[in-house]
């Protein structure tokens, strides 16, 4: 922990499985350090046979501390 800093970030985000699917396999392609936790995943709704989905959680990203001249 002496060379990186935490940043969590809570987050919500709402639609399809494969529209969150795709957005958490975008994540895990970052070259940034990003760990989610606590993800739960709920149906919001259902309308016209299509299944809206409301993904809560935290994200927590990393970076470098920055060294003094």
Do not use: A, C
Not at 25 to 49: A, C, N
């Amino acid at each position: 922990n002496n060379y990186y800093d935490e940043m969590p970030m809570e987050v919500e985000f709402e639609g399809s499985f494969s529209q969150l699917t795709m957005l958490m396999y975008q994540i895990s392609k970052r070259k940034l350090i990003i760990h989610p936790t606590d993800m739960d995943l709920t149906t919001k709704e259902i309308v016209d046979g299509q299944t809206n989905l409301k993904m809560v959680g935290k994200l927590i990203g990393f970076k470098y501390k920055e060294t003094k001249p």
